[in-house]
């Protein structure tokens, strides 16, 4: 079945330590997003990537980095600068110039 | 600045009423509006609106965009229990550097039995 997958589905990290998020789809999407959301906040763009080997900042990228080495991978590094990290992290991806993003079932993190 | 503006931010009814979500915006180069669902993790998909007018319909919901006073609503009729979510607007604005959609923060819906 082709879709989005993320793992791990629940992540708890202790403060000062950098932890990296899974995001792994075989839609053959170009384009590839990864979002936070906080209760009361909606969607926020962390990072956002439309090929491999390139990727750009969303509104919030301060504190986290990312990679895209293959179309597929698009993992995401919540580092220790991150101030307040304790979210529900979605990735998404789209076809290059479309705008219906598919969304996998995201990522709670939480912060101890 | 881009920005999305849902209303309200939560809604209560029950079984069987009608309820009509709004989202206004405000971006540049708009190119489209999206509605997504979403019930405990990944939003799932519903519309995309590119033209004013024209109302997008799936079974008891239904959308219609007006570019001119930009806004749109997202229409349920019969509402059931699994209709409980938060609904997500969101708009494709071409160009800048904030990647490709703009949300808003999201209608909380609970429909009581």
């Known amino acids: 079945d082709g879709g989005i997958t993320q793992s791990p589905k629940y992540l708890f990290r202790k403060e000062g330590q950098n932890v990296t998020l899974s995001c792994e789809q075989n839609l053959n999407h170009d384009a590839m997003y990864w979002y936070r959301q906080d209760p009361g906040q909606g969607l926020r763009l962390i990072y956002y990537s439309q090929i491999v080997n390139d990727f750009q900042k969303g509104d919030i990228a301060e504190g986290y980095s990312v990679s895209r080495e293959k179309k597929e991978s698009f993992p995401l590094t919540v580092t220790s600068a991150q101030k307040n990290p304790t979210a529900f992290y979605l990735c998404a991806s789209s076809h290059r110039g479309l705008n219906e993003q598919f969304f996998g079932p995201g990522t709670r993190l939480t912060v101890l | 600045e881009d ?4 209303s309200p931010l939560s809604l209560v009814v029950h079984e069987g009423d009608t309820v009509t979500l709004n989202c206004s915006y405000e971006v540049t180069n708009f190119r489209s509006l ?47 229990t699994g209709d409980s979510a938060v609904y997500l607007c969101a708009v494709e604005s071409l160009g800048g550097s904030q990647g490709n959609l703009i949300f808003g923060k999201g209608t909380k819906l609970s429909v009581k039995p």
């Open chain 2, 3 to 6: 920005k999305v503006v849902q």
């Open chain 2, 34 to 80: 999206l509605w997504y669902k979403q019930e405990k993790k990944a939003p799932t998909f519903l519309f995309m609106l590119t033209s004013s007018g024209i109302e997008k319909k799936s079974g008891r919901l239904s959308s219609i965009l007006d570019k001119k006073e930009l806004f749109s609503i997202l229409n349920i009729t019969a509402t059931q």
